[in-house]
């Protein structure tokens, strides 16, 4: 279950956080694809995943339950703690 | 966590609204589940004749919008005994047909997939009103862990910590925060410094969660912030400057028995909630709602333990002499919090002197070493005496008044030991004050006596200020309500 707080700030800024490293190599790193659930972004999808794996990255996939609304907290956090970098694959 | 929301009728539960071309375009399905039974109740959130079905009925308030957290039109719940067990949103014919368990749902022709539109009940424009409206009370942003998050972590991730931990301020823990406080949660406290952005009652509140304060300690933390915002308490002074200081807080009048304060033993150390929390919201609601943070705006050289906040009472029943508000010209049934730019405290030894005129002068002596010893005037101090100090003064009749005076009057020292190069230190006063006479402390109000601590200990302490006045920062009284 997830857990809500009030923000303590004057949110005067986004409530971001501080961007991850970016990578420098694809050799060995692992990418995380997210389907956003738009009618063949599995075909667009797949075709990166080979591409990927050629230049030796490990590919994990993500859905997103609907592409009308945001990912979901639960998905995010996922894809953050498993993955060095995310593609989010728009299709139509 | 009890769920006070209105029940649902059981079945099927859809949310619409008709400015949503979506929502349109599944009217032949709503229909179609209708006539079949199956879908219980549509809450229309903008016009009760949309869509035109026994079944419609009236959220234009939005209230079960509200309370069911739909954030898209339409939305359809699954719901058991007055519960939603499960939800769908936006239009997919195959989602929603296996949702229901309906085979050749709406018309053949109907499109097969949209999106849907945003739910009135998160328009900004109207989601703050919802939130007080519907007695969630809370206008803030709402931030979401996720389930595999340590909360803790999070926001200490987020630099809303001072460093300890916080307590998660969950809307209900924020609610009964408010309950402390008969001020509305909108209304306006302070301009927050250094950013002046406006501190709401309701921010306060969840700053006082996070400190880990009780909802009684409200009033105090409201009234501290009010008083330390001030142009004269110069609050954005004190956190920018690179001394050690920051708002030390005293609290007189019944209050401080009602929270439990302790003035007693160990008054400025750890242990007691209400001490140890109130100073430490005041200070969270600087660093998170004006953006006062160490290294930003916050430049101390050396900082001090002070600045997680330091807040004591004065213990009033066990003093020989009028309290500090008392002083001020406040009636014993009222309750202040005075707010003092400060250092951490220290202690003066004294365990020889039996009579009232030696002690003061070691009193004295204990005080000329505050910020330099060559500095006078300029910095202010306060003196917390120890029972068994007070009960060389007290034995011997002398008032307050008569103590501040005498330790005042051993602080005055010939200035040509003051001046710069005096004694081999350059530190000290420009030339021109050689060749007169200078009390450490300004005679009109440079030193505050406080009367606490423990019954045993031939010791006081003492609160070293910072610069006092139009220059700098100038120690304020305030009366708490309730």
Aim: charged share 20%; with cysteine.
């Amino acid at each position: 279950m997830t857990i809500s707080v009030l923000d303590p700030t004057g949110e005067q800024v986004p409530a971001h956080r501080t961007r991850a490293q970016r990578i420098t190599s694809l050799e060995g790193a692992t990418i995380g694809l997210l389907d956003i659930s738009k009618p063949r972004g599995d075909v667009f999808l797949d075709t990166v995943q080979s591409l990927l794996e050629k230049k030796g990255a490990n590919v994990l996939r993500f859905t997103k339950p609907t592409f009308t609304k945001p990912a979901p907290v639960d998905l995010r956090h996922e894809i953050a703690t498993t993955c060095d970098a995310v593609i989010e694959a728009l299709a139509d | 966590m009890a769920d006070n929301r209105p029940r649902l009728p059981d079945g099927f539960v859809a949310f619409v609204k008709q400015d949503c071309p979506t929502c349109e375009l599944i009217v032949p399905v709503l229909e179609q589940l209708a006539e079949a039974e199956l879908l219980s109740v549509v809450y229309t959130q903008d016009d009760v004749s949309f869509p035109n079905l026994p079944i419609t009925s009236d959220d234009t308030s939005l209230e079960m919008s509200f309370f069911y957290e739909i954030e898209t039109v339409p939305t359809l719940l699954k719901t058991v005994k007055g519960r939603e067990v499960d939800r769908i949103v936006g239009w997919s014919q195959e989602e929603w047909s296996s949702f229901l368990g309906v085979e050749d749902l709406g018309p053949e022709d109907i499109r097969p997939y949209s999106p849907g539109c945003g739910s009135l009940s998160v328009d900004p424009d109207l989601e703050g009103k919802l939130r007080q409206r519907y007695g969630k009370g809370a206008a803030s942003r709402v931030v979401k862990f996720a389930s595999a998050e340590d909360e803790f972590e999070a926001m200490y991730d987020r630099g809303w910590s001072d460093g300890l931990p916080l307590i998660p301020p969950t809307v209900e823990r924020v609610l009964a925060m408010l309950e402390g406080t008969t001020l509305q949660p909108e209304e306006v406290v302070a301009l927050a410094p250094p950013n002046l952005v406006s501190l709401t009652v309701e921010k306060v509140a969840i700053n006082a969660v996070m400190a880990g304060c009780k909802p009684e300690y409200l009033p105090v933390v409201i009234a501290a912030l009010e008083t330390a915002c001030t142009d004269e308490f110069n609050m954005h002074g004190l956190l920018a400057t690179t001394m050690p200081v920051g708002p030390i807080i005293f609290v007189n009048g019944p209050i401080r028995k009602s929270i439990e304060m302790n003035s007693g033993m160990n008054l400025l150390g750890q242990g007691n909630r209400a001490n140890s929390t109130i100073g430490r919201a005041v200070q969270l609601a600087i660093r998170n709602v004006g953006g006062g943070r160490p290294g930003g705006v916050d430049r101390a050289t050396h900082g001090s333990p002070a600045k997680y906040g330091l807040c004591f009472a004065e213990d009033e029943e066990g003093s020989p002499w009028s309290s500090h508000a008392q002083d001020l010209g406040f009636s014993p049934d009222q309750s202040t919090v005075t707010l003092f730019p400060g250092e951490g405290p220290r202690v003066i030894v004294d365990q020889l002197s039996r009579s009232p005129d030696e002690l003061a002068r070691s009193l004295a002596s204990g005080l000329i070493g505050n910020a330099h010893p060559k500095w006078v005037m300029g910095f202010d101090a306060i003196l917390i005496i120890g029972p068994e100090h007070a009960s060389r003064f007290a034995e011997a009749g002398w008032s307050k008044e008569k103590v501040n005076e005498e330790i005042i009057n051993h602080t005055i020292r010939d200035s040509n030991d003051l001046i710069r190069g005096a004694d081999g230190i350059a530190e000290g006063l420009p030339e021109a004050f050689a060749g007169t006479s200078l009390p450490k402390l300004r005679p009109d109000g440079g030193l505050i006596i406080l009367y606490g601590g423990g019954e045993a200990g031939l010791f006081s302490a003492i609160i070293g200020g910072w610069i006092s006045g139009d220059k700098g920062s100038q120690y304020q009284t305030r009366e708490i309500t309730l």
